[in-house]
Structure formats: C-alpha cells, structure tokens
C-alpha cells in the first residue's frame, strides 16, 4: 500500500517520512542538553563540548568573570554548569538554573566556591581538577619561596629605579634554603610535591603538621610534629592545605608570634586561611621577616591595598597552575567531568559529597 501524501508548502511529500522527520527532530530537540560555561578557557576543553552532539553549549565569552546578574540568566534551564573559582555557585544560582541541573564542572582543584550542602540536597554531581595541577603550583610555590627569601622583586626595582650603585656586602642579603628547616602545613599532593622540589636545596629538616602521620611523608624525610613545634623551629612555613572551617584564618596573630623573626611565611592555598590584618601586622612589626602570596583575599587585592606597599611582601595574582599545558588540562578534564555527569557515567575526576 502506497503512504498517504500530504500537500506541505506547495509540495507533494510522503507522509510517513514527515512524520519520522518530524519525530527524528522532536527526539533530536529533547536530546540536547544546555550547557552554560561561564568564562572563556582552553580549547582543549571548548573543543570536546563543541563535538558533543548532545550540548548546546553556551559560553560566557571573555576572560573577565561573568556578571552575577548574567550569570543568574544564562544559568535558566542549563542541565550542565562549567565553572570557575572565582563563580559563586551558590542557593541562588541553583535555584536560577533550576530542576534541569545534572552536574557541575569546576575548574579548579578547590570547591570552596560551590554551595556544597545545597549542591548535595539537590542530587547535583560535581567534577573538579585535582592531581593535574600539583606539579604546576608546586613549582609556583617553591619559585615564590624563592623569590621573597631572597628579595627578588626589591632587587629587580633597584637595577630599574637606579638603585644599583655598586656591589655592596650587606646589601640586598635576604635567605637560603641550604641548612633550613622548612615547614609544611598540609602535606597532601601538592604538599608532598613542594617537599620533594625544596629537598635538592640543602633543606635540613622537613616539618609537617596535621591530624595525623603521612605514609608519602617518608619520601622527603618529613616529621610529624604539632603545629606550635613547626612553627617554633621552621626558617620557611609553606601553607598548603585546603580551606575548610578548621583552616579559616588558622594562620592569625598566635600563628605568627609563634615563628621565628627571621622565618619567611608562603602561602599559595587559599587567601581565606590568613588573616590578612594579622599578616600585615606581623610584617610590619618585625615578628616575621617576610612573606610571599599567591592568594589573598580579596581576590584582587585592591592596589592601595598596605600589603601591597611593603617590600618584605612579594604578592603574586593567583597564577599557581598558570602554565599554558596545566591549564589545558584542567579545560579537558573539565569537560570530560561534564560530558560525563550528563550521561550519567563516571567522572574522572568527581568530588564525593
């Protein structure tokens, strides 16, 4: 039997294959889901998410942040968010994006930003970028160690402003690693890389804190000693542990009247585990010699900022895993993490709630 033929637009079409198309096309529409990233990032990871035959893909085209009010728009309806450090992922955000919403995708190894018992109430999956960074930061770390002990940014002014008359002895001396003890607070992944970076350098002593004995602490000789002993007895303490509600502001004014005056303070974890006043006045006062900072808080930290105005504060703008192959990675693992939430298989890389 012949398929009844409709006229459609002045054509003569079959109407079983309109139908299938119609149906195919219904089918394609229900299929795609809306993906919203809030920032440009590698096209490592933009090019996985464009491929995917399932996303509508939507990306927050700039290196700036999205405006919050933006944000809450381009959010409606996404069943997939791609998000960064510096997006406050929060009640309001999920209740803007709505029932539709699967998975979050961070690009970051941090997830202080996410609203993570709200996250967890609504049955939303998170991804996020551990591991891939760890080699990246620690050797920003370790650079920044470096570079404030000994007075690299002060030194690198003088030759420009004309302060470099002559060698002089005294001039400029800062301090070495060689004979040191170092002090490491969180000796997690990338803590334990930081370790086995600073060791070639003649450190002594390798110190770390925390509620218990590290099995990898082995590998760099570390001791397992309370926190008021590392920070009695460390020339150099490296902060790298994660922000959570017993990290916030540990490093405070008891943290810094416990060092050495002569003791250089790192932190390249989270600007919320200082307390900034505190740092200022231990800087200040002379109770620490100096300090170098990859994280502050706020991020930025205004110019007129007074951390800003000392010479014993090297302050760096967030740049840890700012190398161009880190980053890439980030962006694919990323993307991966998403495609995978929204199917419904696993990540490589998901944040247990």
């Known amino acids: 039997m012949r398929s009844p033929q409709v006229t459609w637009f ?3 079409v079959d109407f079983t294959e309109a139908v299938c198309v119609c149906v195919s096309t219904v089918m394609s529409a229900r299929q795609m889901m ?3 990233v809030t920032r440009r990032v590698p096209q490592e990871g933009m090019k996985l998410l464009q491929k995917a035959a399932m996303c509508d893909v939507s990306v927050w085209d700039s290196d700036e ?3 919050r009010a933006e944000l809450l728009k381009k959010v409606e309806g996404a069943h997939g968010l791609l998000c960064l450090l510096s997006d406050r992922i929060d009640a309001e955000v999920l209740d803007a994006a709505g029932p539709n919403l699967k998975v979050i995708s961070t690009m ?3 997830f202080d930003h996410l609203a993570i018992d709200e996250i967890k109430k609504r049955g939303i999956r998170v991804g996020y970028t551990p591991d891939v960074l760890t080699d990246a930061t620690a050797e920003l770390t370790v650079a920044l160690l470096l570079a404030t002990a000994r007075r690299l940014p002060e030194a690198i002014q003088e030759v420009k402003s004309g302060g470099w008359s002559s060698w002089k002895p005294l001039w400029l001396c ?3 690693l060689s004979g040191s003890t170092v002090g490491v607070i969180g000796l997690g992944r990338i803590g334990l890389a930081i370790a086995q970076r600073l060791k070639p350098f003649g450190v002594k002593r390798l110190l770390y804190s925390g509620r218990q004995t ?6 760099v000789g570390g001791e397992h000693v309370p926190l008021d002993m590392l920070l009695c007895e460390s020339d150099f ?3 790298s542990c994660s922000l959570t509600p017993d990290t916030q502001e540990l490093c405070n004014k008891a943290f810094f009247s416990k060092m050495k005056n002569t003791a250089i303070f790192i932190n390249t974890s989270r600007g919320a585990v200082v307390n900034q006043e505190d740092l200022l006045e231990a800087l200040t006062s002379g109770q620490i010699a100096a300090a170098g900072l990859d994280v502050t808080t706020p991020e930025p930290l205004p110019t007129d900022h007074p951390l800003l105005r000392l010479n014993n504060c090297v302050v760096l703008p967030h740049i840890g895993s700012a190398t161009i192959s880190t980053r890439g990675v980030m962006a694919q693992l990323s993307a991966h993490n998403l495609l995978s939430g929204l199917t419904g298989d ?8």
């Open 10 to 12: 002045g054509f003569v």
């Open 34 to 36: 809306k993906v919203f």
């Open 65 to 67: 942040p999205v405006p």
């Open 108 to 110: 970051s190894v941090g």
């Open 174 to 176: 800062g301090y070495g």
């Open 214 to 219: 590290k099995p990898q602490a082995g590998e």
């Open 237 to 239: 303490v490296v902060v």
């Open 346 to 353: 696993a990540m490589p890389s998901e944040l247990k709630l």
